[in-house]
């Protein structure tokens, strides 16, 4: 990396250093050190990110390769409980090869006072993280306490390296697959965003900050004239289908584009997440996503999905839910990965909530993923059909063919498919569409999809706020 110069006469400043680094991050001219300049290899300071109050601070990898000492894990300490008692959001900027060798333990307890800062944070403010360079050792696990991590494709994330790796269990690999891109930000899901370059980790920090510290407030007056989002999705009910398209109609644009950051994108992407604006409103919003194994739920897809619903209800940012889900995800892997004890996590998160929360029922919504899902019986705040909703234990076809199977089966092979698609229609006349749902209140209302946002809008807002009281640990 080549070396910056910051004004006429000065001298040159390597890239890495912290003083670089803040200034990419923060507004212009906002910087205010919290501490003397030192040899702690640790910079923290005051700064502003669209004009809203900041914390952050910055691991120097001119030094050590940033590895954490007892001084400057102080500084990450003092900005973190600065930003609890000034009730801002706190951004770490991580380059750091873990706590200092040449001090044992006593940096070894000093990144351990950094865990618990932390956590005494966790749920209070805003802590989000940007890797731009290899995080090892203690260093992984900072970010990885921290509310959403955002890492540059430079960065790197492991507990032991590629060299500890290959002494101990005699498996080849380098930083990049161990940590990288495709290790955490597709197998592991510790990475939430996954910056094209490292401008691009500092925009995209600033753009979630910004949903976080500036969240607004409902402006009915302000949701765009309405449209028809049933154009997004398929004729044929059957058919699978990116619900991104749809939540991007749903959420606010701003310059003709839509106000989303997804988070976790390649990791369990049956089930989308993320930061968006509706009514100029900052929402969270999940859904399912039936281009990936259907929309079911799995173990991962509910373990990400809750994680998420605890961080918003910790933020007091309500939470809109999109249904289009055929079920848990059956299978002997399902079972043995933990999706009973994982898809608990789902029901926990969303039945102990108490921001605003309102769902939506796009085309089907069967079985324990209806429930799991902001269901009625959860708590949820309204819950919304479009008129060809199903809402209903399966789908009436596999259902008949449970229910009447001895009837089918004695039948005429000629006429046994007519006669199921006779009780079909029958099921979904009894049990099936979104009538019975009405009936017995646990959907408020079916709405014409043209009005999608200004209902959906109008239900947050007229809701109480709340926000949890609890931190947001990762689950």
């Known amino acids: 990396m080549t070396a910056v110069a910051t004004r006429p006469g000065a001298r040159k400043l390597d890239p890495r250093e ?15 050190p919290l501490h003397p300049a030192d040899s702690s290899g640790v910079s923290a300071v005051r700064g502003r990110i669209d004009g809203t109050k900041v914390i952050a601070y910055c691991t120097d990898a001119t030094k050590m390769g940033g590895a954490m000492g007892t001084e400057g894990c102080r500084h990450i300490v003092e900005a973190i409980d600065t930003a609890v008692r000034e009730r801002c959001p706190v951004i770490g900027v ?107 980790a500092y925009a995209r920090a600033r753009r979630i900050t910004s949903l976080f510290a500036k969240p607004g407030m409902f402006d009915l007056h302000a949701v765009r004239v309405e449209e028809n989002l049933r154009v997004l999705l398929p004729e044929q009910a059957n058919r699978a289908y990116d619900v991104k398209p749809l939540l991007r109609g749903i959420l606010d644009h701003e310059d003709g584009v839509s106000m989303f950051e997804e988070l976790q994108a390649k990791w369990a992407p049956n089930i989308v997440v993320g930061l968006g604006r509706l009514g100029g409103r900052t929402v969270g919003v999940i859904a399912n996503n ?32 999109v249904v289009d889900v055929p079920g848990y995800l059956p299978g002997v892997g ?62 009436a076809k596999a259902a008949v063919g449970i229910l009447h199977r001895k009837r089918l089966a004695a039948a005429p092979e000629e006429e046994r498919e007519a006669l199921h698609v006779r009780l079909t229609e029958e099921h979904e006349r009894i049990a099936g569409g979104v009538d019975r749902a009405m009936a017995i209140g646990v959907v408020d209302e079916v709405i014409d999809p043209r009005h999608t946002r200004r209902k959906l809008a109008e239900a947050l807002a007229a809701a109480p706020a709340g926000r949890g009281a609890h931190g947001n640990i990762p689950l």
Not at 291 to 307: N, T
């Open 334 to 395: 399902q079972e043995w990965e933990g999706v009973v004890r994982r898809g608990a996590k789902l029901l926990h998160a969303f039945a102990e909530a108490v921001v605003p929360r309102v769902t939506l029922v796009t085309r089907k919504s069967y079985g324990g993923a209806y429930i799991a899902m902001n269901s009625r019986a959860l708590g949820a705040t309204t819950v919304f059909a479009w008129p060809e909703a199903e809402v209903a234990v399966m789908g």
């Open 94 to 200: 991580w380059h750091c090869g873990g706590a200092r060798l040449a001090e044992g333990v006593e940096s070894l307890d000093a990144v351990g006072q950094v865990f618990a800062a932390m956590i005494r944070a966790s749920g209070r403010i805003p802590q989000i993280s940007v890797v731009v360079g290899p995080a090892a050792g203690g260093a992984a696990y900072g970010p990885a306490l921290t509310d959403v991590v955002i890492m540059s494709p430079e960065g790197r994330v492991f507990v032991t390296g590629p060299d500890v790796v290959r002494s101990v269990t005699g498996e080849q690999i380098d930083q990049e697959g161990l940590g990288g891109a495709e290790a955490h930000g597709r197998r592991s899901g510790v990475v939430h965003v996954l910056a094209q370059d490292e401008p691009d």
């Open 290 to 321: 039936p281009i990936r194994k259907g929309g079911c739920l799995d173990s991962l897809s509910a373990e990400k999905a809750a994680r998420f619903v605890r961080m918003c209800d910790s933020f007091g940012v309500p939470l809109l839910v």
């Open 18 to 32: 912290p003083e670089v680094r803040l200034a990419a991050l923060l507004d212009v001219d906002s910087v205010a």
